[in-house]
Structure formats: structure tokens, C-alpha cells
């Protein structure tokens, strides 16, 4: 696959060059369409190219073009996407074609082989590198693909800083949406001085054609089916109606009995580990996939392998389809023309139904794509009704027409026609300007008055916003001053600028990493690694030294979970499950209905240490106050794993998330990376320690394509594609550390549920360990079961790997802390190691809970 540098000329010659990847693309099978040709002529005569052709038309190849040009003349060259999973799939792309030695990735969590010619990153990255060094930035070439999100109202400023701050870069600006973008092109032409081809074909190599039907969706599904219309992708705009649709389907046939065994062969070892695996199993057997954001990788990756080899026929998804999912479809059904955008119900945008719908049509396979728009269900209704009275005029007038219902954002066959017709809208500057990028400004150093000021005032931003932007720099300005970060010193000739200075030392990769990171560490300190439940405390109760809630390692874990994004989904269902506890009660207490609502409003999902993180946040802000560019997010997901002792599949069932496990895993891999990388390793306890083994464990055994992703990246030499069936994690037992902590998580579940006395939950758990019996002869004994810090300990588990008459097995036992202090009860039990390493959980069967 290297054999493309291999043939670029030596020295650097552009129409040579051009020969070159016209040839190599040819003999590779994909001859270039005239929009390549002209995009990729362009790029090798040194030409700013914006590459605004339809989905399937070969971005991808003119972008490995651009590199290859890059490389060939000794310029370092920047990808940047929109999300990491596809600068993840781009730098392995690129590893095939260029080699792991030329190709490198930085993201915000770390760098592998960072100094390449060739980089993969987001556009944040990039945009933030802009700041800091302008034009001085080593990059000759930038690609920016999904250019489209210039205009997202929160992350567009990214896409516009390089093209304001690196005049001497050459860029390649793609998308298959970017409607009218003349004054970017001009402003970029006007900045650089270099010319600007916009290459804007609007002819697809495979042509679509597009529908507007009034059946219900089942029967459009079977008739397309039956046309020979599939792989059919079926849109929506939750994920939720995208799984209800997908068991909905599951009642009519979509694959014949041959096709099913085809299917079965093609799963066949792979592990379906949750709740919804055991119905992804049952549909994918069916012929129907499910494709969307909160489903485990491992998941979303079996779907993607079964229907690019032609086994699923009908894939029920969300509109993430049109960022770059490679999912080959012939068909896209579109289910409705409105979507909740997390503020309003609305229409979509042209661009919004060009992204999805250009999906359809596979090339190479496909000589044209059918792009299918579901009437609104009351349009499909009168429909029905206006047929089955047929001709009868007395039948027609008794038809009573349904209206959409009140609040409904409904959508037409004009509507279809409007957006089928329409162009993408104009894209929409979004800068915008924060602590952070003004800090970058200046570390660059030389004019910051003139780097400042041309940033804010000459953007794409109408006036009025750009005075708008300066007044917001001037007060950020105003707090560094205030918090002693910047100097501003006015004592210089007359006619110059006063000269503007920060006084502290930044780290070279400022505001590309966590930025609540040093916050993180400075609460860190704060804990005393001795505060544990049990340990000495002065006469106010507190530790001496210390802060915190009495266990350090899950406070530990508290304070870099408060730096993270929210996963709202878990969050929401956190709060839901803790209000409906307090519902009940506060009836059992006798509140009346006034007072119960008004006790609501208190309640949230957990939040440990939150009043402590805020006070400190805000002490920690007003000397380095550009953190309130991030957000400070008191929450607990590990933490709250942990103290219930559960296992994902157990958490996931617990609040009903199983639409969201994907996001649940994601959030666990992140706090994972984000413990080992800030936590010191003179502040991780062996108690962290454990704690931090169980999470990777944990994490590892659910899906351990998040790691294996990063593994991958750090050794890219190896063949990044991933067969149907996914090699399992490593056998769970090996590592003792993990392994330790998930058998003691399993008996301190019993703990916990004995210290409830909910005999029934245990008797489900071990059927034959006589709980009953058994936790009433222990409180005929003892008042309560302890389930604090030091009920927890390790040291309250005894182990013996190696017991004489069990073989293959752990006999283990767990001290009961009782109020007396005597521990003269135990939880007997045995670990079986080889069901353990089967199923990548602890298998622990208790015996009995006995006096010692």
C-alpha cells in the first residue's frame, strides 16, 4: 500500500505528481472522477482547494492525495475531523497508505508518534496550535473534512482559527454540505494570496432517486425488500424509536431460513455480554441490525461487518449515519422530515437531509440509490382511509381527516420537494473567544496587541459581533489582569502598543488537554491519604490533616470524575431513581403532597464532594481563572459502580440504561485514562490502586475494543481491521490485582444486602447458602451489619489460592465488621476460577454466612 510515495517524483515536480496519483489510484481500481481530477490538480499547482461534492464521490482519496503532495515536498501536513472515532478510522487509513512511522494522531488525552509528518487530530487540536504559534506553526497543508461544522454553534470557532491565523498553510476544506462558501473562499484568497479552487460537482457517481410514501413503515420495508431495495437503513431521530422499529420489524420476515445460517456462521463465537447484546443477537439473526451512538463498540462494529458483508438487510439506526459511519446501504428511509435539535422540535435543514440521505448507494455495487421519505403517520392515515372508501362518493364523505397532533412539527410532500431541490444553507461564523485562546495568544508572544486584535476584528463575523468579541476579550483581559496571570505594561514609546506579557510558565500542550487537570491535582494534595473510616480523628471528627468523606480512594475517584463530561443519559436516571425513593419515603413518613414536591426540588443525582469541589473551584479560579472555560461537574458513575458492588451488565439493569451502555462504557474508559493520567503515583494507595485495576478490568472485560483501540494506536504496525467476531479479553483471572477486587466486590454485595436483611435477594443470589437461617442467628447476636470504609477493607477478605481439597478453585471468606467489634462472623465461599475466566466476571458461590 506504500507503493503511492514510491511513485511520486523525485525531485518534486507537480504535473509528474499528478500523473503519479491519477496512476495509482487507477491500478488500485478507482480511476479518479473529473470533480478528483480537478480537485487534485489543483492541490499539486499549490491551490487552496473546498471540495463540496456529494457523499461517495471520493473525498477521502483526494485527501491522501493532498498528503502524499505534503509529504513529496517535504511539508508537514494536519487531518482534522469532527469526532476521535473518525480521526481514529482516518490515521489507520492512513497507516495503510503512508506507513506507521509517517502517520501520527494527538488527541486530548495523549500523542502516538507525534512528531510524524503527517498528523491526525480533531480541529480543536489544531485550532489551539493556531493560537499558540499563528503562522509560525510547522504545518504546510491542513485537510479539514466534515467542513460543515464551521458552523456548529459551540465548536465552529475551531474550524475558523487556522483559516484566520495560517496565511502560509495550503487547505483542503471537504464536505458533501457546504452550500454557498464564495466568502470563505474569498477571505482565505485575500489572506493568503494564494488561489482558491472551489471544486462544487454536484453529479454523483451514483445517481439517487427519492420518494415520498404514505404506507406504514412495515409495508414500505417489505416492498422495498421485495424490490430488491436492501441493505435498507431505516433513520431516525432517537435512539429509542430506532430500537422500538427494529423489534417492530422483527414480526415480518426479512431473511429466508439459508440466509439465517449464513448470519449464525458469520457470528459464531461472538460474546453478547449485556441485556441488549441478548437482543442484538436475536435481531441480527433476523437479518435486522441496530446502529447507534449508545451501543457498546464491539456492537456497533458486528453491524458494520454484517452489512458490508451483505447479511443484514434492514439496519435500524440514527442520523449519525451522516457523519462518516461506513455502513454501505442501498436505500435510506427516512421516518420524518422534524427532530428535537435539544432546544426545539424543527424541520430539518437542507443540509441536515443531504448528509443522511446521501448515504444511499454503494459504489461498486450499486448503479443507483433510493432515498425513501415517510409521510407524517396522520397524512398515512387519511391515505389509507381515502382508499379503502375508494370510488364511493357517500364513503368519501364520511371519511373523517385526522389532523396533526397539537404541538406536532409536521412536514409535507412540499416539504420532501423543498429539501430534495434545496441547497445546503450558507455556512454561519461561529467565533467566539475565551480565557484559554487569549492566553494562547499571548504566550505566542511578539505583537499580541496585532495578534489579538486581528483575530477579533477581522474575521468572518459581521461587525456588530466583532465589537461584541472585543468587549468580551476586554473583560477576560481584565480578570487575568486582576488575577496577577497577565501584566500589561504602558511605559513604551509613543506609538507603540503597550506591551502585554502572562507571568506564569504554561505547559506545552495548554489547553489540548483536560483543562481541569491541574485543579484535579491541586485537590488531590488537599486529601490526606490516611483518611480512611476507622482511622484516628481529632475532637471535631475530622482527620487530622486531611479533608474529604473518610475514604480516599473514592474520593480520589470524586475529584477527576468532577472534571469530565456528564453522560446524562446515567445522570438522568440517577436522579429519577433517587426521586422515587424519596417519594416513597417521605409518604411512609406522612409529607403531604406540597411538601413532597417542594423537598424535590432538593434532590439530585449524587454529588460527593460537591459543596467542598465548588468552594475550592472557585478559590482555585481567581488565580487562574481561565478554568471557567470548562465546567467543574460534581457527579459519581465509577464511584457509584464501586460502593454498589455491581458488575456493568448489573449497573446497566439497575437504571434502565441499556439504550445507553455505549455512552456508559465510554465514560468509564475516560475516567480510566483520566485517573492514570493525573492521579501522581506518589498519591495512588494500594486501596487506588486496587480501585484503578478493578475500573480497567471492568472496562476491558465488557468491550475491550476501547482499549485494544489504544493499544492499537501506540503499535500501529499491526493490521488494524477487525474480523466479525472480536478476539476475547484476557482471561480475567490473570490479572490478581483486578481479579481481587471483583471477588471482594461479590461478597460485599452479600454484605450490603445482608445489612438490609433482604433475605429474599440473597436467597436469589445463593439459593442453597441458608441466608435466612442464617442472618437470624446472627442478629439474635448482633444489632446491624457494619457496610462503612472499614467493612470494605481488604483486609477483611481472607484468601487462599491454593486450597488442598479444591483445585482450581479460591476458598475465600469475608469478615462481617459488627458493632461490638468482635468479627466473629464470616461469609464462607468459593471461587471458581475456570467459570470466571469464561465469563469475565468473579463466579463466586457463597456456602453460608457462620459464626468463627
Not at 735 to 748: P, S
Request: with cysteine; proline share 6%.
Amino acid at each position: 500500500m506504500i507503493q503511492l510515495m514510491e511513485r511520486m517524483p523525485e525531485p518534486y515536480e507537480a504535473g509528474a505528481a499528478f500523473d503519479a496519483i491519477a496512476a495509482w489510484a487507477a491500478e488500485g481500481g478507482r480511476p479518479l472522477y473529473p470533480a478528483q481530477e480537478e480537485a487534485v490538480f489543483e492541490l499539486v499547482a499549490g491551490a487552496h482547494v473546498v471540495l463540496a461534492t456529494p457523499t461517495g464521490s471520493g473525498k477521502s482519496l483526494v485527501a491522501v492525495a493532498a498528503h502524499a503532495v505534503a509529504l513529496a515536498e517535504g511539508r508537514r501536513s494536519y487531518y482534522t475531523a469532527p469526532i476521535k472515532a473518525l480521526v481514529s478510522e482516518k490515521f489507520f487509513q492512513l497507516v495503510e497508505v503512508f506507513g506507521a512511522e509517517n502517520v501520527g494522531m494527538v488527541t486530548g488525552d495523549s500523542a502516538v508518534n507525534g512528531d510524524a509528518p503527517i498528523i491526525c487530530c480533531t480541529a480543536e487540536i489544531l485550532a489551539n496550535l493556531a493560537l499558540r504559534h499563528g503562522d509560525g506553526l510547522d504545518v504546510g497543508l491542513v485537510v479539514m473534512d466534515e467542513f460543515h461544522y464551521y458552523a456548529d454553534p459551540d465548536r465552529g470557532w475551531a474550524w475558523q482559527v487556522p483559516l484566520l491565523t495560517m496565511p502560509s498553510t495550503q487547505f483542503l476544506l471537504m464536505s458533501a454540505t457546504l452550500g454557498d462558501v464564495s466568502a470563505i473562499a474569498e477571505d482565505l484568497h485575500r489572506r493568503s494570496g494564494r488561489p482558491v479552487s472551489e471544486v462544487t460537482h454536484t453529479e454523483r457517481p451514483i445517481p439517487l432517486t427519492h420518494e415520498y410514501v404514505r404506507t406504514p413503515v412495515h409495508e414500505t420495508v417489505q416492498r422495498l425488500l421485495d424490490e430488491r431495495q436492501a441493505p435498507v437503513y431505516v433513520v431516525h431521530f432517537s435512539q429509542a424509536a430506532a430500537m422500538e422499529r427494529a423489534q417492530a420489524l422483527s414480526s415480518i420476515r426479512i431473511v429466508s431460513r439459508e440466509q439465517r445460517d449464513e448470519i449464525a456462521a458469520a457470528i459464531g463465537d461472538f460474546r453478547f455480554t449485556t441485556g441488549f447484546g441478548t437482543t442484538l443477537s436475536r435481531l441480527v439473526r433476523a437479518g435486522i441490525g441496530v446502529h447507534h451512538a449508545g451501543m457498546l463498540p464491539k456492537y456497533r462494529r458486528l453491524v458494520e461487518v454484517l452489512a458490508q458483508q451483505g447479511l443484514l438487510r434492514v439496519i435500524c439506526g440514527t442520523d449519525t449515519l451522516g457523519v462518516g459511519i461506513n455502513v454501505p446501504i442501498r436505500t435510506v428511509l427516512i421516518t420524518a422530515l422534524s427532530k428535537y435539535d435539544g432546544v426545539r422540535t424543527r424541520q430539518l435543514t437542507a443540509r441536515e437531509f443531504h448528509q443522511v440521505a446521501g448515504r444511499a448507494g454503494r459504489a461498486g455495487y450499486d448503479t443507483s440509490g433510493l432515498v425513501v421519505v415517510q409521510a407524517p403517520e396522520h397524512e398515512i392515515e387519511n391515505a389509507l382511509a381515502t382508499t379503502k372508501a375508494g370510488d364511493d362518493p357517500k364513503k368519501k364523505k364520511k371519511i373523517v381527516r385526522k389532523a396533526a397532533p397539537a404541538g406536532f412539527v409536521t412536514w409535507s410532500e412540499t416539504s420532501f420537494e423543498r429539501l430534495v431541490g434545496g441547497v445546503p444553507e450558507p455556512l454561519e461564523s461561529r467565533m467566539r473567544v475565551s480565557a484559554a485562546m487569549l492566553i494562547n495568544i499571548i504566550a505566542r508572544g511578539g505583537d499580541v496587541f496585532e495578534h489579538a486584535r486581528s483575530l477579533l476584528t477581522d474575521n468572518h463575523e459581521p461587525a456588530a459581533r466583532r465589537r461584541d468579541l472585543v468587549r468580551r476579550a476586554l473583560s477576560i483581559a481584565k480578570t487575568l489582569v486582576a488575577a496577577g496571570v497577565l501584566v500589561i505594561d504602558r511605559d513604551v514609546p509613543a506609538g507603540h502598543p503597550p506591551r502585554i506579557a502572562l507571568t506564569v510558565d504554561l505547559q506545552p500542550n495548554f489547553a489540548l488537554n483536560q483543562p481541569l487537570s491541574p485543579f484535579a491535582l491541586a485537590m488531590i494534595e488537599l486529601l490526606d491519604p490516611d483518611d480512611v473510616e476507622g482511622a484516628s480523628r481529632d475532637e471535631t471528627g475530622s482527620h487530622r490533616g486531611g479533608i474529604g468523606t473518610g475514604h480516599y480512594a473514592l474520593d480520589v475517584v470524586s475529584i477527576i470524575e468532577a472534571t469530565l463530561d456528564d453522560p446524562r443519559p446515567v445522570l438522568n436516571q440517577q436522579e429519577h431513581r433517587a426521586r422515587g425513593e424519596a417519594i416513597g419515603a417521605m409518604k411512609a413518613e406522612g409529607l403531604d403532597y406540597d411538601q413532597r414536591m417542594d423537598a424535590l426540588d432538593e434532590i439530585t443525582y449524587p454529588r460527593p464532594l460537591a459543596e467542598l469541589l465548588e468552594e475550592s473551584f472557585e478559590t482555585f479560579a481567581s488565580s487562574q481563572p481561565w478554568i471557567r472555560d470548562a465546567s467543574l461537574r460534581p457527579k459519581s458513575v465509577v464511584r457509584d459502580v464501586y460502593e454498589r458492588a455491581m458488575t456493568f451488565t448489573e449497573y446497566v439493569s439497575h437504571y434502565g440504561i441499556a439504550r445507553s451502555e455505549g455512552l456508559l462504557l465510554r465514560y468509564l474508559s475516560d475516567a480510566d485514562r483520566a485517573i492514570r493520567q493525573t492521579v501522581p503515583d506518589e498519591a495512588k494507595t494500594e486501596e487506588l490502586r486496587d480501585l484503578i485495576a478493578w475500573l480497567s478490568e471492568l472496562v476491558r472485560q465488557v468491550d475491550s475494543s476501547l482499549q485494544d483501540e489504544w493499544e492499537q494506536l501506540s503499535n500501529p504496525t499491526t493490521d488494524p481491521s477487525v474480523p466479525v467476531v472480536p478476539p476475547p479479553p484476557p482471561d480475567v483471572t490473570t490479572n490478581r490485582r483486578a481479579f481481587g477486587v471483583l471477588v471482594r466486590n461479590e461478597l460485599f454485595r452479600r454484605v450490603q444486602l445482608a445489612a438490609l436483611q433482604r433475605d429474599d435477594d440473597l436467597v436469589a443470589l445463593d439459593p442453597d447458602a441458608g441466608w435466612p437461617e442464617a442472618l437470624d442467628a446472627y442478629y439474635d447476636e448482633h444489632d446491624v451489619i457494619g457496610t462503612g470504609g472499614a467493612a470494605r477493607a481488604a483486609s477483611m477478605v481472607q484468601i487462599d489460592e491454593n486450597p488442598v481439597d479444591a483445585p482450581g478453585t479460591w476458598a475465600v471468606r469475608q469478615v462481617v465488621e459488627d458493632p461490638a467489634g468482635d468479627r466473629d462472623w464470616g461469609i464462607e465461599a468459593v471461587v471458581d476460577l475456570a467459570e470466571s475466566a469464561e465469563q469475565g466476571v468473579a463466579v463466586v458461590r457463597v456456602l453460608g454466612l457462620r459464626r468463627l
